[in-house]
C-alpha cells in the first residue's frame, strides 16, 4: 500500500491452491520399473464414515465408498485428476496384467496439502508394492509393482501313480513281516 497525491494503491495477490491432486497411476514389473505393464484393472474406493460406505475387498476395518473401475491404458498408466485434498483413497487390484499376479492388499494412500498449498501423496498401506514420484509440476506419479506370476507343478497326475504303488507295497511288506513273526511267536508259545 502506497500513498501518491492522496490516492491510496492497494495491491491484492491472490494465491491459487488447488484443491485436488493430479495422479498418473502406473503399473511397472517389479524387477524392471521402466517396464510399463498395461491392463491392469483397479477399483477405486473413497474412505468414508456415510451409510453407503461398504468394506474395502482385502480389508477389515476400512469402510469406503466406490468411487469407479480403473483400467491402466496401453501405456501402462491412467491419470487420476479429481483426487481430492484431505481425502483417503483405497485402489484395490481386481485384474492384474496378463503374466502378473495381483496385489494381495489394497494401497491406501492419503492426499493432504503440503507445507506449500499443493497437494501431497503419502501411502499409508501396501508401502513395500507401491512407490511415489513426485516429478515437480504439481503432479505425482504413483507406480505399482506388479510381479510375474508363477506357473505351479501339475499335482495328482499320472506320475504320483507310482509313489502311491511303491508306498502300498512297503506298507503290505510291513505288515506281512510283523504278521509272520507275530504268528512265529504265537505258535511257538503253545508248542
Known amino acids: 500500500m502506497s500513498n501518491t497525491n492522496n490516492i491510496f494503491i492497494i495491491t491484492i495477490v491472490n494465491k491459487w491452491t488447488p484443491n485436488h491432486l493430479p495422479v498418473r497411476l502406473e503399473t511397472v514389473d517389479i524387477n524392471s520399473p521402466t517396464m510399463l505393464l498395461s491392463g491392469a484393472v483397479f477399483d477405486l474406493f473413497c474412505v468414508s464414515d456415510s451409510e453407503a460406505a461398504v468394506l ?36 484395490v487390484e481386481t485384474g492384474s496384467p496378463i503374466g502378473y499376479s495381483k496385489l494381495a492388499e489394497p494401497i491406501v494412500i492419503s492426499v493432504e496439502r503440503a507445507e506449500d498449498g499443493q497437494g501431497e501423496l503419502k501411502v499409508l498401506q501396501c508401502e513395500d508394492w507401491v512407490y511415489v514420484i513426485e516429478d515437480g509440476d504439481e503432479n505425482c506419479t504413483l507406480s505399482v509393482k506388479n510381479r510375474e506370476s508363477y506357473i505351479l507343478p501339475e499335482t495328482g497326475g499320472p506320475g504320483s501313480a507310482i509313489f502311491y504303488l511303491t508306498g502300498l507295497l512297503l506298507l503290505g511288506g510291513a505288515a506281512l513281516y510283523i504278521s509272520k513273526n507275530y504268528f512265529n511267536i504265537f505258535w511257538r508259545k503253545r508248542k
Open 56 to 91: 474395502v475387498p482385502g480389508t477389515t476395518d476400512i469402510y469406503a465408498v466406490k468411487e469407479r473401475t480403473i483400467i491402466t491404458g496401453d501405456d501402462g498408466s491412467f491419470m487420476l485428476d479429481d483426487l481430492l485434498i484431505g481425502n483417503t483413497y483405497c485402489l
